[in-house]
Each structure stands twice: as C-alpha cells, then as structure tokens.
C-alpha cells in the first residue's frame, strides 16, 4: 500500500497524471517482486541440477530479541543449522581423546542464576533459548567470567570444545568473544590482557580469527584467518586442539588457523577465561568439553580390543550423527580398511537421563547409524560390523554431574 501526500498549490494539479504515475510505481514494485521471486526459483532449479551442497550459513538470522514472560530470560530468534553431509567435513582431522577431563552445560545452574562452577568481574546469567536447546551463559557485560578449575592441570595435548552463539542486537553491534587459557598462581579475576606466567587467547568474531600465545607479558606469533568465522545470531562448534606448541582451530568444515608454534615453549595452563573486550555483542556459551588429545586408534581396537570414542556427535534425544563425526569416523575406517579381517561391533551408551526403555532404544539406533555412515560414506563392508545399544545400563561414571554424564554418553567399538 502507497500513501500520497498533495500540496495544493494555485497551479493546476493533473489527476490523470499522478495516478497514471502512481499506478506505474506500483507496477514498478510488483515487477521487482516478481524478478526477485524467479530469480530465486531459478538459482534452486540451479542448484539441484549441480547437485550442490547448500551451505549451513543459508539461513536468514533475525535481529530481535524478545522477552520470555516464563521465565523472564531474553530469547534469541535463531533458526538452528541444518545437519551438513558428513563428506563436507573432509578437513576435520582432530578426534577427541577417550577421557573427558572437564564438561560443563550449565544443566545444574538455575536459571536467571550466575553458574556455582564460575566467577567473573562482569556480571551474566543462565538462560534458555527458543531454538537451541539446553542451558546456555549469557554475557550481559564487558569482562570476564572464569571456570573454577583449581583442581584441573591441563595435559600437553588436549581439546576444547564449545558452543558460542554471537546475537547482533543493531547496526552498530559486532559480535565476538575471546577465549584464553593460561597459567596462573594468582587470584582468578584479573583484567590483565595477559595474564599469568605463560598462556594464550584466541578471538573469534563475525570476519575472522586471531589466535596469539604469549610468555612473560611479551607476544609470540599471531596466527590470523578470514576463514569460516563464527555466525552471527546461530549456534557455532568452535574446537581448540592443543598439541605442545601447535594450536588448531576448527570451525564450520574448516581448520581455520593452524600455528605450528602459536604457544609457549613447556606450556601448562590451569585457567580458563571468556571475555568480551572490544565487542559490542553479548554472548551465549555452552557444552563446553575438554577431552585427553587423540588416543591410538589402532592400538586400542586391534591390541586392546576396545576403542571409547567421545568424538560421534549427536543432538540431544537424536539418533543423526552430526557432521562434526567425522574424523573420528575416518580415523576408524583407516583402521578397518587397513585390516580387511577385523570386524567390530559398534556399541551406544547414554547418560541416565528420562526414560530407561526410551534410552535404551535411542542407544541402539546411534549405533546403528554410526554404521550407515561408515558404511555409506567410508565405503566400509556392514558385513564386518554388528551393533548394540546397552542404554544407561553400563555407566563409567556417576550420573551424578555434568562432566560425569558426559563421560557416559559415548560410542564404543569392540572388536569381535
């Protein structure tokens, strides 16, 4: 609809005119719809005949935020990623090790509450989201919150795991976040950029990344890349995998930074800090999990007969293996292919969770797809490989906290 606003003059005003001009616009604009409307009917028509991949970027995020009268926690309008063929990740060569040193979903935290597990010099609290499920930490200021990990060395190889949701709240926002690990005797609040003896901070943004280790106060090589940045207003699974002085990012199919001498020389972190200096966004963090680097898969499953993996990943309740399975997948495949005479048996096991027959059947049907996609996608024989679910029958661990159901919601592979 057009509204027209007339200044009546003395001079005559031709009717006929204004509303052949008028009709003519609105001709305009339908025109304009119409072109749009083909224009992307054709790209799908494109699109299907190449056979390409749509990028799980595709979708449109909103730029609101609305108040949640429940619980009175603000909820992000986002539309969740599509599942991404498991193929698309061909570049993710990092596979989780088989312990879990630290897991924190924020499961046991109230919500509107800040996190026991945590402190900060800012302020934040937990909240829940319309789309993405789950407990998550909302960063409702500029500083920093810090995992209480007194107790936690971290070992020389290992990998992060986390989740980071960056709102844009208007025009003048731009979402990031910056992530340090770094060792320290000192109090846990400190607004020292670099803090600690030794350590190292990655930020991640919108356009891009920049990763830089440090000892003593004085820099080391920065790593930067424009490669797969973190989305705005959607869920990304952001990886850290630390090897000595190596550091790998991943992050949407991609290694995005990969800096063979990123970190300090004898490195050793006891602390674990987000904080949002220089960015304008307030973040969403959650599903953080820090697991022992990658074991030897040849070795646990030929000789030990026994391979854990924390690397298949699924939604919660789901029974799809995510994209980000891969390389753990590829690193089992190696192994089968390798020796033709091995066959294995793919065990699911959950946490304890609802219902005990409801576990059970979900348990059974991850491992069954665990074996369609080594199957379908590795070219693997499914004459070689039977599957079981046990459920939360047979845990490793108390159900009793997030870290320890973590470390019962796994994958197992048995050789027969």
Known sequence: MFMFVYLITDAQIDVDKIKDKASKKVE????????????NTEKKIEDKVKKKDN??????????????????????????????????????????????????????????DFPALWTTNGSGEIRTLNNFPGNWLYMSSEGNVYCLMKDLVLPDNFIFEFDVIAPVQGEDVYPGLCLSFFKSSEDWLTDELLPGTMG???????????????????????????????????????????????????????????????????????RLRFSEWGYASHCYITNL????AAPDTRSKLLTEGKL??????????????????????????????????????IVGHTDSDGDNAANLDLSKRRAANVKNALVKDFGIDAGRIETDGKGETVPVAANDTPENKAKNRRVEFLKK
Do not use: C
């Open 289 to 292: 999990k820090i697991t022992t």
């Open 28 to 39: 305009k604009q339908v025109d304009k719809q119409v072109d749009k409307v083909l224009d």
């Open 200 to 270: 190292f901070h990655l930020q991640m943004n919108i356009t891009s990344w920049n990763a830089a280790g440090y000892t003593n106060g004085e820099y080391l090589v920065d790593s930067k890349s424009e490669l797969a940045p973190i989305l705005a207003d959607k869920s990304s699974h952001v990886i850290v995998w630390v090897q000595k002085r190596r550091l790998r990012v991943y992050h949407q199919r991609q290694k995005v930074i990969d800096g063979p001498t990123a970190l300090p020389e004898g490195a050793s972190y006891n």
């Open 308 to 345: 854990i993996s924390y690397g298949i990943y699924f939604d919660s309740g789901k029974d799809v293996v995510k994209a980000e399975s891969f390389g753990a997948l590829n690193d089992i495949a190696k192994v089968l292919k390798e020796n033709a005479d091995v066959k294995i048996t």
């Open 55 to 112: 990028s799980p970027t595709g979708n449109t995020p909103s730029e609101d935020e609305e108040n949640n009268s429940a619980n009175n926690n603000t909820v992000v309008k986002t539309v969740p990623e599509d599942n991404p063929k498991l193929a698309s990740y061909t570049k993710y060569d990092f596979v989780p090790g088989d312990k879990v040193l630290l897991y924190e979903d924020f499961s046991q935290d109230a919500i509107g």
